[in-house]
């Protein structure tokens, strides 16, 4: 089985072809790791697109958010504007469909789907002291977080808190392999769609291969500049823009 894993596409619908594109008939399903909209300018498409696709999903904050769950107080003043922007946009089945996600831990076909920390969704997993619940917490050895937008991970092994450093993928192929050790746990990032922040400006994503025991990081590229324009054009907040060209 080959499981597409999304996370964090905030609403960039180039940037999902792109991926989708990239990796066609090379899955049997797709789960999504949360935030499907904020940030960006396509949030009816990306819902509409994901929606059909996904066997698996689970929210994420500005999911929540932009739905009128929770409220606004960790997002700073231009999330916050694009949080009331994408709910405007929003159709009211669209709108429907974001609030009736359910929060994680997720469990399906032996993985365990969270969009932040193990018990909290808003909570950030940056450092092996924040990925130590996620770690032990799982019923199975490989979990899925988002939420940092940082490709990558953690692995647990004989008392040993390790991070998964990604070696660049070699230049014939789109992603970097990571072979999964059995006895050892995992916390893993497939980075995000929309919105990378490591500095790499493409899209990331992951395709777990469970009978193979390895998880492939893709990196794929996309036309960056077409969604900016449709930012601009929708009034959206420059840095917002800029950011997304930077991939941070
Ligand atoms: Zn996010």
Redesign the pocket.
Known sequence: MRCLVLS?V?ANATALAAALAACEKQWDQVVCLG?LV?YGPDPNEVVEQLRGLVTAIIR???DKAACGLGDLEDFNLVARSVVEWTHRQLHPENLRYLAELPAGPLHIDGLTLVHGAFHDEDEYVFVPEQALDGLLLAPGAVTFF??T?LQGGFSFRDLELDMISLKPPRAASRFAVLRLQSGSRYLLNPG?IG?PRDGDARAAFAIVDSDQAVVEFWRVPYDVRSVQERMRRAGLPEPLVQRLAAGH
């Open positions: 964090d905030h935030d904020g994420g904050n500005h988002g939420h937008h995000s919105q």
